[in-house]
C-alpha cells in the first residue's frame, strides 16, 4: 500500500503540481504543495521498504509475492478510483 501511494505523491510533487495529501486542509481533500507531495512519497517508501523487509515477502516463496502484488495492485485501483472522483477538476474537463 505504501510504496503504491508513493508513485502520485512523487510524481505531482516533482511535476510541479498541488495534490492531496493527509496534511492539507481539510486532511486528503485539500491540496498541498510539490515539496510536501515529495517529501510524502519518501516517507511512503520508506515505510513499504521496511514492511517489505520485515513481512519477508521473498522468502514467502511464490505466494507470498502473488500476495504483495495483489495488494499493490487493490489499492491501485482503489486509489485511482478516490483520486478521479476528487479531482473533477478543470484540468480534466479542458482535456475532454
Known sequence: MFLANSVPHFIHGISGDPFPTPFAEPPGKGLSSPTVNVAWAFANIIAGYNLYRVGNVRRGGESG??????????????????????????RLREAA
Open 65 to 90: 509475492r502473488v500476495a504483495f502484488l495483489a495488494g499493490a495492485a487493490a489499492i491501485s485501483v482503489m486509489l485511482s478510483s478516490f483520486f478521479t472522483r476528487k479531482q473533477s477538476t478543470p
